[in-house]
T-cell receptor, first 115, second 112 residues
Framework: DSGVTQTPKHLITATGQRVTLRCSPR?????VYWYQQSLDQGLQFLIQ???????AKGNILERFSAQQFPDLHSELNLSSLELGDSALYFC??????????????FGEGSRLTVL | QQPVQSPQAVILREGEDAVINCSSS?????VHWYRQKHGEAPVFLMI?????EQKGHEKISASFNEKKQQSSLYLTASQLSYSGTYFC?????????????FGKGTKLSVKP
């Protein structure tokens, strides 16, 4: 158990819909990262927050948005969903920034299926 | 800039050794290695920092050649439990330190 909690674990929805994925980082961790993993694909970096502020942005679509709240939990919002958005979405947390000695602790992921 | 990993896949017998390589076209600040078993989340293996510092908590060794912008992960005397997909992640100079980008992974299968 990494200490990172993601909900929901599984989500099935239709094209055009909007969903919210939630992540609670490990106690004390200030950084939250979001990654997308499609079938047989690597880990695509989406976005990172540190203590409530956006710190790094990857290949995140304009239809996607995220935020980190004062209690440090984070939400990833996916809207106008398309079939290609079906993937496993991982949240990870670390005490600091990954460029330092920041080991990332991954949650179990939220599997999104768009029909 | 996504790092490039090689090989894409490797099959070993128990006790054999393997090397997984990771290279970047940009100067590296740090290299991170993770292993993901099927159906599970990635798990941290090691961080290699510019200047030679390493941090890890597995009996796995790695190297970091700053000049060549490359890192290698050495798996010796492989065990069945080593099976999984290995990802290297890199943080480049000039970008945000939070921008940890992973390669496409190397799938390792260890057979009895």
């Amino acid at each position: 158990d990494s200490g990172v909690t993601q909900t929901p674990k599984h989500l099935i929805t239709a094209t055009g819909q909007r969903v919210t994925l939630r992540c609670s980082p490990r106690s004390g961790d200030l950084s939250v990262y979001w990654y997308q993993q499609s079938l047989d694909q690597g880990l695509q970096f989406l976005i990172q927050y540190y203590n409530g502020e956006e710190r790094a942005k990857g290949n995140i679509l304009e239809r996607f948005s995220a935020q980190q709240f004062p209690d440090l939990h984070s939400e990833l919002n996916l809207s106008s969903l398309e079939l290609g958005d079906s993937a496993l979405y991982f949240c990870a947390s670390s005490a600091g920034l990954a460029g330092g000695t920041g080991e990332l602790f991954f949650g179990e992921g939220s599997r999104l299926t768009v029909l | 800039q996504q790092p490039v990993q090689s090989p894409q896949a490797v099959i070993l017998r128990e006790g054999e050794d393997a090397v997984i390589n990771c290279s970047s076209s940009k100067a590296l600040y740090s290299v991170h290695w993770y292993r993901q078993k099927h159906g599970e989340a990635p798990v941290f293996l090691m961080i290699l920092l510019k200047g030679g510092e390493q941090k890890g908590h597995e009996k796995i060794s790695a190297s970091f050649n700053e000049k060549k912008q490359q890192s290698s992960l050495y798996l010796t005397a492989s065990q069945l439990s080593y099976s999984g997909t290995y990802f290297c992640g890199t943080v480049n100079y000039g970008g945000s330190q939070g921008n940890l980008i992973f390669g496409k992974g190397t799938k390792l299968s260890v057979k009895p």
